[in-house]
């Protein structure tokens, strides 16, 4: 499609009902998949003016036999040009439901980006999971690390992007294989969101997912190595941005650090071959916020010695299996939450590198 091509307009979503996230066992499934809102308009506006308003602000594409789907921010222009968002669902949900759970769409009518949401297929995984844990999808030019790269390529053929300013971010598989797309495609992203995930290569098998999903991965200074000698000639430090609830019976929360301390070592070795401490091990800062009728949470800051490059951490606590601050409306979201989506984004704004 030629950029000329393009109609900029309203989003209106079908909404998805939420999942119980008290049901352990079902919820194992969330990660591996192989075991078991509507925009105000103007009462001027018609219902049918509506609907193809919609249907043009967000819309389906496909790309080597994945569905993903594009919005469009109600300001946009096809002459501009646009900072990216790209974002990968969970186990279970579409592209349309993430988008109501994370209210990335408001949040890109606000601050002005456009996103794309690449889609699963019950095809590729019975649950439509990303497979992060399997060798194939792991590596460069093969398997869903390629199809997305590729779709992130077409969105920037579709439209005005700005190269520098293409972030990356997902919950559980999603987070997982956000990382995977960090690693193997480092030169297309600017920046990495993860929510509830696992670190690089973590697991090479579903049976290996399920024991890093319930305790923690591999050391992640060896899998830090393994990443970066994976970006090869490729390989720059990355922002990362890692959000985790202590209460999370799918994902042990365990896991957050090992995807912090993976990247903390990638991010050494891409910064100039060697783990001498650019970025320490330990927090520079940390903080406890208290929110009323909320929940708490802890950040924590790493960064590089001249603050160019920062890795955040939010721990949120009595937190389950969830998008941080998202819809209710949308699956695998907690509202009580800090806001993921917001802070994502002010955190990829604020990064000098």
């Keep these: 499609m030629q950029k000329n091509q393009i109609i900029c307009s309203i989003v209106i979503q079908d909404v998805i009902g939420k999942k119980n996230e008290n049901v352990d066992k079902k919820r194992r499934g969330t990660m591996l998949g192989s075991l078991p809102n509507v925009i105000n308009t103007s009462t001027l506006v018609s219902s049918s003016e509506q609907q193809e308003a919609s249907s043009e602000s967000f819309k389906t594409y496909t790309h080597k036999g994945k569905k993903f789907k594009v919005y469009l921010p109600k300001s946009y222009h096809i002459l501009k040009s646009y900072p990216l968002m790209v974002m990968l669902h969970g186990c279970t949900q579409n592209a ?132 970066y000698q994976q970006m090869g000639k490729r390989a720059k430090p990355l922002p990362l941005i890692v959000f985790h609830g202590n209460a999370d019976s799918t994902v042990n929360v365990a896991n957050a650090d090992q995807v912090v301390h993976q990247w903390i070592t990638t991010n050494n070795l891409a910064y100039n071959g060697r783990i001498d401490g650019w970025i320490q091990d330990s927090p520079v800062k940390t ?67």
Aim: glycine share 10%; charged share 20%.
């Design 96 to 227: 349309d439901d993430f988008a109501i759970g994370t209210q990335m769409n408001e949040l890109a009518d606000e601050k002005e980006f456009i996103v794309v949401y690449p889609q699963q297929s019950s095809n590729s995984n019975m649950n439509k999971c990303w497979n992060w844990f399997e060798p194939l999808h792991q590596i460069r030019g093969f398997g869903e690390p390629a199809i997305i790269a590729g779709i992130v390529k077409k969105v920037q053929n579709m439209h005005f992007i700005q190269k520098n300013k293409v972030f990356i971010a997902g919950l559980s598989a999603g987070g997982a294989m956000s990382i995977v797309m960090g690693v193997t495609y480092p030169e297309l992203f600017a920046g990495i969101g993860v929510s509830a995930g696992i670190e690089y290569q973590a697991a090479l098998n579903v049976f290996n997912a399920y024991s890093v999903m319930a305790s923690k991965g591999p050391s992640p200074v060896k899998q830090g190595r393994i990443a």
């Design 287 to 353: 903080r406890e916020e208290k929110i009323l009728f909320g929940r708490d949470y802890t950040t924590y800051r790493y960064e590089s010695s001249k603050g160019e490059l920062a890795i955040d951490k939010y721990i949120i606590n009595g937190m389950g299996h969830a998008w941080s601050g998202g819809n209710s409306a949308g699956s695998y979201t907690d509202p009580k939450g800090p806001n993921a989506s917001r802070i994502m984004w002010d955190f990829f704004m604020s990064q000098k590198v």
